[in-house]
């Protein structure tokens, strides 16, 4: 399940990760740590560039694992649709 917070507009779930989704890149916290990713806001929805869910801030030197990364993705894909936005994922 999905909430919105109004005043920040983040989108958090109840299984402990959320994002907040801005004009070119979406914000992602999980466990204490967080990702910035490249996106682009469209009219319906977004474009989430995969090639940018890369690293957490918190640990530039270290690449998130292909598995992790879908998985990643599939959360914000989630998140997002559950507000009515489309998601394409390049």
Known sequence: M???????GEIVSGEGF????????IIYREKGRTLRMTADMGTRGFTVFLDSIARWDDAPQSAISPPESIRIAGNVRRALESQG???DLQ
């Open 2 to 8: 999905f909430r919105r917070r109004w005043f920040s």
């Open 18 to 25: 959320s994002i907040l989704p801005k004009r070119d890149q």
């Open 85 to 87: 936005r489309e998601v």
